[in-house]
């Protein structure tokens, strides 16, 4: 369609909404006008009330920016802090063992499951006797 500005893909990939924005004032009954970033400067920023969507933030998932390193490249390296439960699973010909860790940014909901052999090699101290025997 001409004149129609999309947000990245087309078709069944497009994103259905974009944002969140902050909602600058009430226009009318049922249009609210929106503050965008300049790259959105060719959207007009005027959407009535059903084309919007309430954004709710979970402040379980709001990690304090003094306890994480961020590196020039906006990235950050996560510090395990313990390890919670050890698994082996069996595949057809060979077991494969992981351990839960928690991260240090994380809560224990966030705890992820990772192969054991590459969190002894990169962190040797938390596994003072090698590999547990299942």
Known sequence: MKGVM?????????????????????????????????????????????LLKKCVGNPASIMPLESVD????????????EILDRQVRRLRNKEVASVKVLWRSQSVKGATWEAEEAMEAKYPHLFPF?????
């Open 6 to 50: 999309r947000f990245g893909k087309k078709g069944k990939l497009n994103p259905r909404y974009v944002g969140p924005y902050k909602m600058l004032k009430r226009v009318g009954k049922v249009a609210y006008e929106l503050e965008f970033p300049t790259e959105l400067a060719a959207v007009y920023p005027i959407f009535h009330i059903l």
């Open 70 to 81: 961020v590196k020039d490249s906006l990235t950050y390296e996560e510090v395990l802090v």
């Open 130 to 134: 090698g590999s547990i025997p299942a």
